[in-house]
């Protein structure tokens, strides 16, 4: 339901209607008429891509499609950076990473995390950059502070853990301490000067506001979604389990097979750090998703490959000379493109509300208002495809004689109307009535 509702923010923007600061989802959404779930920087970049593929839905595909292949380029390069010896072990990270059931989750799904994520990596292999860096270490570091005010942009606090990296390389490798110390103040200063810009520009000012005194502080002291704080934990640990055990059982086979021993690096625990830093905030709220820790999930691949890279390196590097390995890969993966385009044609849930949006778009104009029910404007599945899918609003804040049509639960007296017969019969979970004028 959020990437339907992300996705109808996108295309509103794409379409004009709304602003960049104050982006627009649909009537009646909530305290306030524009849409503040989180900062606006995603939406932004769904509208470019609606501006530039259309507003079909198979916009979404290529958005997420895209965001998965910048995730495995930036890993690939990320591995290259801190392991140059091994290159060509590349896709042992990228592999861990996608059997991670928390990722295969949010990539179907097109949430805001896999976005964010893109920044808090490219952040972190900037911050890598700039400690190992003898010259322009703050160069590096200003671009990674940069990287962090596009993370926050995307989703808001949870972007901000990136601000660990510096101290963790130096915790992790036992030295450079001042160096670090320096790196951290300039991601501050960094952060400073943006935030000052922003507070500065009115439209942003008043847009973070919102996301941050209303939206935020609200969910935090009244959305609680798990009794126990620790829920977090438990996702992260389910979500690791399988590159988990596949690391031990590669882990214990190739030892025995190359006769070589696994060894803890200090790039592993710079990496586990970070993992853990951007996991351990969410148990100070009762505002929990899985979801939310998809953006350290590359940090964990890494760290997991790293540990079985000096054993299966000379297996690894044998399979990599035979054709007959390489070309079923590439075939695996035209397969696999090709099944997700077929598949992505039908629906695999919400059936019944997709084939009732489909009739009622097939039926009424785009920017049709509808007078509703205010329990059947809060049906977020029902109300975010009508917008996604017909650009149709429901509202119950009108009287019934300000719109010339009413949107009911399946069944439900409405004695304002005429029930629209053909169009109703056809309908699952709704009616649709004309509204009889005064």
């Known amino acids: 339901m959020d990437a339907v509702m992300y996705s109808s923010v996108g295309r509103n923007l794409s379409e004009g209607v709304g602003s960049f600061w104050f982006p627009y989802f649909t009537e009646a959404h909530m305290a306030t008429p524009s849409f503040h779930e989180n900062p606006p920087l995603g939406y932004g970049f769904m509208a470019l891509f609606y501006s530039i593929f259309g507003t079909g839905t198979h916009t979404e595909v290529i958005f997420t499609a895209t965001s998965f292949l910048i995730t495995v380029v930036l890993i690939v390069k990320f591995w290259r950076m801190i392991w140059p010896t091994n290159y060509k072990m590349a896709w042992l990270p990228v592999l861990l990473w996608v059997v991670n059931t928390g990722v295969q989750w949010s990539f179907q799904n097109n949430m805001m995390e896999n976005l964010m994520g893109i920044f808090v990596l490219g952040s972190t292999m900037a911050l890598y950059r700039a400690f190992k860096a003898d010259v322009r270490h703050l160069y590096w570091a200003v671009w990674g502070g940069f990287l962090i005010v596009c993370a926050f942009l995307i989703k808001g606090l949870p972007g901000l853990f990136v601000l660990a990296a510096p ?8 030295h450079s301490y001042k160096k670090a110390i320096i790196q951290s103040i300039t991601l501050v200063a960094v952060l400073a000067v943006a935030g000052t810009a922003l507070y500065l520009y009115e439209p942003a000012r008043e847009s973070l506001d919102i996301y941050l005194f209303e939206r935020t502080a609200n969910r935090l002291s009244d959305g609680a979604t798990t009794e126990s704080r ?12 399988i590159p988990g055990i596949l690391t031990l059982i590669a882990g214990l086979i190739f030892t025995r097979v190359n006769n070589e021993r696994m060894q803890w690096e200090p ?9 853990i830093a951007g996991s351990l905030p969410f148990i100070a709220t009762f505002v929990q998703r899985g979801f939310y820790l998809v953006p350290v999930y590359p940090f964990f691949a890494l760290a997991f490959a790293s540990i079985l890279r000096p054993v299966i390196e000379k297996t690894t590097s044998k399979w990599r000379r035979r054709p007959v390995l390489q070309v079923s890969g590439w075939v695996l993966i035209v397969i696999g493109l090709g099944l997700t385009a077929y598949m992505s044609q039908f629906p695999d849930r919400d059936e019944e509300i997709i084939s009732d949006v489909k009739l009622i778009k097939d039926e009424f104009g785009p920017r049709t208002v509808m007078y509703t029910t205010g329990d059947l404007n809060q049906n977020w599945r029902l109300k975010s495809y009508l917008e996604r899918y017909a650009r149709i609003a429901m509202n119950d804040r009108l009287d019934p004689t300000e719109t010339e049509f009413a949107i009911l639960p399946k069944g439900a007296r409405f004695t304002q109307g005429d029930k629209l017969e053909n169009l109703s019969d056809k309908l699952k979970i709704v009616d649709v009535y004309s509204i009889r004028s005064n």
């Open 267 to 275: 790039l592993i625990t710079f990496l586990t750090i970070m993992g």
């Open 167 to 174: 101290m963790a390389l130096a915790i992790a490798e036992g």
């Open 230 to 241: 620790y829920f977090i934990l438990r996702i992260l640990a389910e979500n690791l389990a």
